[in-house]
């Protein structure tokens, strides 16, 4: 079974870090571009970051360019994003999905993110 | 980048009834490689996007075949030909063609 598991959210403090993770089983992980997506409380889909199958191209929004890192470890099947100078815009459900060039196929149920003092 | 506009926003529904949404882009979704990298995806409420339709019309696996796509250029169509209780949530139309991804506003289906 195909399958994608967020981890790493949590509570932080405008301006900190953190490291989101995405667990991925039942498919060749090093075979498929990668995204994050985010959802705000109430609000539409957002697309933050795609990485290529080997890593060697990454794309980003704008509002998290600079801050954001997106990353992959095709041996353990990993999906990444490190989030710095994190600020309350960012707090959102952030989503691992599979895909990216073309369309997003499958993916996680979420992990949640809320920057607050 | 590319914009993409849903409507309508709301959609109140009829079990049995048919339901469309349509979505507008920007700009034209056909890529340099001749695919139209159009999708379509469904959040149903507390749950994660699953991916319904892509490249305009073709259903992902596992999805009914009362769904289908359409369209073409910049005007794409979801449809449902008869809308059933599990339907109930926000639909999302999203393109491919180029970064950034974007998606639709979402249209919230509703009974």
């Known amino acids: 079974e195909v399958q994608l598991v967020e981890s790493g959210g949590g509570l932080v403090q405008p301006g900190r870090s953190l490291r989101l993770s995405c667990a991925a089983s039942?498919?060749?992980?090093?075979?498929?571009?990668m995204t994050w997506v985010r959802q705000a409380p109430g609000k539409g889909l957002e697309w933050v970051a795609s990485?290529?199958?080997?890593?060697?191209?990454?794309h980003y929004v704008d509002s998290v360019k600079g801050r954001f890192i997106i990353s992959r470890d095709n041996v353990k099947n990993s999906l990444f994003v490190q989030m710095n100078s994190l600020r309350a815009e960012d707090t959102a459900m952030y989503y691992c999905?599979?895909?990216?060039?073309?369309?997003?196929?499958?993916w996680g149920k979420g992990t949640t993110v809320t920057v607050s003092s | 980048d590319i914009v993409m506009t849903q409507t309508p926003l709301s959609s109140p529904v009829t079990l049995g009834q048919p339901a469309s949404i349509s979505c507008r882009s920007s700009?034209?979704?056909?890529?340099?490689?001749?695919?139209?990298?159009l999708s379509w995806l469904q959040q149903r409420p507390g749950q994660p996007p699953r991916l319904l339709i892509y490249?305009?019309?073709k259903r992902f696996s596992g999805v009914p075949d009362r769904f289908s796509g359409s369209g073409a250029g910049t005007d794409f169509t979801l449809k449902i030909s008869r809308v059933e209780a599990e339907d109930v949530g926000v639909y999302y139309c999203?393109?491919?063609?180029?970064?950034?991804?974007?998606f639709g506003q979402g249209t919230k289906l509703e009974i």
């Open positions: 999905a599979r895909g990216g060039k073309q369309q997003l196929e499958v």
């Open positions: 990485i290529k199958e080997d890593g060697s191209e990454t």
């Open positions: 700009q034209s979704l056909v890529h340099s490689d001749g695919n139209t990298y």
């Open positions: 039942g498919f060749t992980f090093r075979s498929y571009w």
């Open positions: 490249y305009i019309s």
């Open positions: 999203m393109q491919a063609a180029q970064f950034p991804l974007t």
